[in-house]
T-cell receptor
Framework: ETGVTQTPRHLVMGMTNKKSLKCEQH?????MYWYKQSAKKPLELMFV???????ENNSVPSRFSPECPNSSHLFLHLHTLQPEDSALYLC?????????????FGPGTRLTVL | GQNIDQPTEMTATEGAIVQINCTYQ??????LFWYQQHAGEAPTFLSY??LDGLEEKGRFSSFLSRSKGYSYLLLKELQMKDSASYLC??????????WGAGTKLIIKP
């Protein structure tokens, strides 16, 4: 398996459910990212991890909880979501460290909150 | 505030040339990226410009003018498979990517 993978690809959940999104990168990168992509809007950066340490948290509601157990895996735990949280959730990775890095994306999880 | 502007949608004909513009206002500049995203798929990296000028990569070229806060992506010999959204993103002084909303390109036979 190569690149960045995400599971599940599609998820439908009720507002009271708890679910988790998984991301795995096979590129040997040190930084991983969660983005939210809504229709006709710019990508919104949610969280950044570098060497398993969270370095960015862009005022994301606490109903989204990230976890990075190692440099290859990233999770996004979801609980008591709202319908406006329905979107495509993209994971990305990059080499990390200082300087301008190219980010490589997974195919995303299409989340629908009922 | 930081802002990236690109057209929402463009239409072009198979075999033709199309230019997708991107203008930006950011806190600092550490390069500009173009990504391609087919519907339901991952954004894929196309190009990175940090110096002024044109970078050519096969049928795709990307141009940057830092003084004007302007870039364009030029696609030549358009093919149906080029139908996709094209995302412009600028890396600011904190090395954070600021994204445009994307340009949906429709190719007609």
């Amino acid at each position: 398996e190569t690149g960045v993978t995400q599971t599940p690809r599609h998820l439908v959940m009720g507002m009271t459910n708890k679910k988790s999104l998984k991301c795995e990168q096979h590129l040997g990168h040190n930084a991983m990212y969660w983005y939210k992509q809504s229709a006709k809007k710019p990508l919104e950066l949610m969280f950044v991890y570098s060497l398993e340490e969270r370095v960015e948290n862009n005022s994301v509601p606490s109903r989204f909880s990230p976890e990075c157990p190692n440099s290859s895996h990233l999770f996004l735990h979801l609980h008591t979501l709202q319908p406006e949280d329905s979107a495509l959730y993209l994971c990305a990775s990059s080499q990390g460290g200082s300087g301008a890095d190219t980010q490589y994306f997974g195919p995303g999880t299409r989340l629908t909150v009922l | 505030g930081q802002n990236i502007d690109q057209p929402t949608e463009m239409t072009a004909t198979e075999g033709a040339i199309v230019q997708i513009n991107c203008t930006y206002q950011t806190s600092g500049f550490n390069g500009l990226f173009w990504y391609q995203q087919h519907a339901g798929e991952a954004p894929t990296f196309l190009s990175y410009n940090v110096l002024d000028g044109l970078e050519e990569k096969g049928r795709f070229s990307s141009f940057l003018s830092r003084s004007k806060g302007y870039s364009y992506l030029l696609l030549k010999e358009l093919q149906m498979k080029d139908s996709a959204s094209y995302l412009c993103a600028v890396m600011d002084s904190n090395y954070q990517l600021i994204w445009g909303a994307g340009t949906k390109l429709i190719i007609k036979p």
